[in-house]
């Protein structure tokens, strides 16, 4: 991973910006809220009727799991596998034209023509091949894209495309290809379709079959093999087909499943940072252990492996560039139109502008179109605006958040889990930095800690909490060393202050909250929570709330350590910091400074004291979220967040 940082000067504050993708919110919210509608002059609810993509439902076959992310809550990420997918695909996506009739009235319409019927003019009996056929049946509430069908009067043969291989599990075999001078040819495993693959074909069958068409066979095409395997259509392929689309059903109007246990197929799945199924497994048996409950020792969750990250975060702060983008690459030029810097497109991750830097529109869709989310600082560091790509909503984990953080019971115990973290993190901070630390101190917060896992209410918990900043800063000061000990002093005198910041230490603690306070939203909206809603930050207008709870652990562990470690290694100095009557700021050379600190610190990889892998800081927030989603969906029993030692 790497962190770029590009100057800038403090500057005009950008427009609040932000976008929200309505199709797949308000799809994800219809099937969470179905609204009853009557029919016009009667009691009698009209219901309308869902339509499941076959390849959905197909999905299903492959992991219920997977099934329900991506059709029910409509969460996609690409990876290797489903780009090299969408090449395969290129040709056969491009839909074919309809009768040259129907084709003259869409170019009348002012419509782009299609590509043609791939028809031979010398031979009108070939089968027609059509391409992107959409076919629909209300009966059955499916509705499909077929890649390509061989049409023939009202014949027809389905065709799917696929990337990759055909199963070879030994149940046929078939006859390996030999010389003449060997003995006798060897039997191998012989091809055979995906249950993935066969119910989809399956699917494609029963809606070719009630638009009126004859199926009597099915094609399916390997490209890694180049092999068309057929596939005969018979009463089982149709019953498999109706039996798996029935399931899907089932599993779409209940809450999401289970992941799957130490399964292969996890981790090449593009959806297995979001769907958390090694992380999950492991919360529930360590919980079912503690309860006393049997657990089967062969499910026991296997070693986890997190994916490693390799994606850029820019920061932009000179003032007067511009951004824009050309082809596949982010280019960042000056006034005089000269390139500073171009990045490619599809490394970035994020984007933070601070001060007078100027985003074409270009870029804000192409940023949007990538899910990149694009966050607007003051030069000071205040968060104004952040324009939030909105990526698929999981509507499910919006309900669940509202129903869970409602009962004060969980509230509290979200709040405490929180607090507890981030009390324990300030003393490990204390105890290890600090020069001559106090016996009493580490023992004050201590007792802070053990108070706030015992509150009884979250006005109590924020009591110990607000006790435990109080000694923490109380005694901050003295973790800088002695040639910063007149900065030291000077935070010493004043405390911990926000707004206005007095001193350096301050300007650079408000300047790291701020940083981590867009961090953390952003992990909140990938994660499908709503950061205005939370537990231990009370709501209050255009308050990240959530992100504020899920920043509280790594207030010490992220904020605090940059400032500590960056002024006792001399890479902030008085001369970074310039004093006016509205406070102390950081000047473009200071905040230049302080990005190449904190982008060092997020990428510092830290181990999960359950979990026991390594994550980098950034990625170990986003993990937080996803884990507080699943626990408020009821997926892991307990929350677990990073403490240091």
């Known amino acids: 991973m790497a962190y770029q940082v590009i100057t800038a000067w403090p500057g005009y504050q950008p427009p609040v910006i932000g976008l929200w993708n309505w199709k797949a919110a308000s799809a994800a919210l219809w099937r969470m809220f179905p609204i009853t509608r009557f029919r016009t002059g009667t009691d009698e ?59 003259d009235q869409e170019c009348r319409n002012g419509r782009e023509a299609t590509e043609k019927l791939e028809q031979s003019e010398s031979d009108p009996d070939r089968p027609r091949s059509v391409r992107s056929l959409a076919l629909t049946s209300q009966r059955l509430g499916l509705t499909a894209t077929l890649d390509l069908a061989e049409i023939d009067g009202n ?30 040819p060897r039997l191998l495993p012989g091809p055979e379709p995906w249950p993935t693959d066969r119910v989809q074909l399956g699917l494609q069958v029963l809606l070719l079959e009630e638009a009126g068409y004859s199926v009597p066979e099915a094609y399916l095409y390997y490209a890694a093999e180049r092999l068309r395997l057929r596939v005969p259509v018979d009463d089982a392929l149709r019953q498999d087909a109706l039996a798996e689309l029935d399931a899907a059903k089932r599993d779409a109007a209940g809450p999401r499943p289970p992941p799957l246990v130490n399964d292969p197929r996890c981790p090449r ?71 500073v810097k171009e990045l490619p497109l599809a490394n970035i991750e994020s984007l933070a502008v601070v001060g007078g830097v100027q985003l074409s529109t270009q870029a804000l869709a192409v940023f949007a179109e990538q899910e990149v989310p694009v966050a607007f600082l003051t030069g000071a560091g205040r968060l104004t605006a952040m324009m939030d790509p909105l990526g698929p909503t999981s509507a499910a984990v919006r309900a669940a958040q509202v129903r869970v953080l409602d009962r004060p019971d969980k509230a509290l115990e979200l709040a405490r889990a929180v607090t507890v973290a981030k009390i324990a993190n300030q003393r490990t901070l204390l105890m290890r930095n600090h020069a001559d630390l106090p016996t009493r101190a580490a023992a004050d917060l201590q007792e802070c800690i053990s108070a706030a896992e015992n509150a009884a209410t979250i006005d109590e918990l924020r009591g110990h909490e607000g006790n435990a900043a109080a000694i923490y800063f109380r005694h901050f000061a003295g973790m800088f060393k002695e040639g910063v000990k007149e900065i030291a002093a ?19 603690l408000s300047f790291a909250y701020s940083m981590l306070t867009h961090e953390c939203t952003a992990a909140c909206r990938l994660a499908s ?3 205005t809603l939370a537990a231990l930050h009370a709501t209050r207008p255009g308050r990240p709330a959530m992100a504020l709870d899920l920043m509280e652990p790594f207030r010490p562990l992220i904020a605090d350590s940059v400032a500590v470690s960056g002024f006792n290694r001399a890479e902030l100095v008085e001369g970074h910091f310039l004093n006016t009557a509205a406070g102390c700021a ?18 510092t990889e830290v181990t999960h004291p359950v979990f026991e892998y390594r994550l980098s800081y950034r990625r170990m927030i986003m993990l937080h979220a996803r884990l507080i989603a699943a626990w408020l969906l009821g997926e892991v029993p307990t929350l677990a967040f990073l403490t240091t030692r």
Not at 165 to 177: D, K, L
Not at 494 to 507: K, V
């Open 45 to 103: 609810p009209y219901v309308d009727q869902e339509l499941w993509p076959a390849r959905g439902v197909a999905e299903h076959a492959y992991c219920p799991r997977l099934f329900y992310y991506m059709t029910v809550e409509g969460v996609f990420a690409p990876s290797a596998d489903t780009e090299q997918g969408k090449g395969t695909h290129r040709r056969v996506d491009r839909p074919s034209a309809a009768p040259a009739d129907a084709a």
């Open 155 to 184: 014949v027809a043969v389905p065709v799917e495309y696929r990337k990759g291989r055909p199963c070879r599990n030994g149940g046929s075999q078939v006859a390996e290809a030999v010389d003449e001078l060997m003995e006798e």
């Open 269 to 339: 799945c593009s959806l297995q940072p979001i769907c958390l199924p090694d992380e999950v497994n492991h919360q529930r048996f360590a919980a079912m252990t503690v309860a006393g409950q049997p657990v089967d020792e062969q499910l026991t969750p296997r070693k986890l492996w997190p994916p490693r990250d390799e994606g850029i975060h820019v920061v932009l702060q000179r003032e007067g560039v511009r951004v824009g983008v050309r082809g596949q690459s982010v280019r960042v030029t000056d006034k005089d139109g000269d390139v």
């Open 490 to 508: 000077r935070f010493d005198a004043n405390g911990r202050q926000r707004r206005p910041p007095p001193d350096p230490i301050n300007a650079v």
């Open 529 to 531: 929570l709503e950061p």
């Open 586 to 603: 950081l000047t473009d050379a200071g905040r230049k400074a302080f990005f190449s600190a904190y982008g060092r610190r997020m990428d």
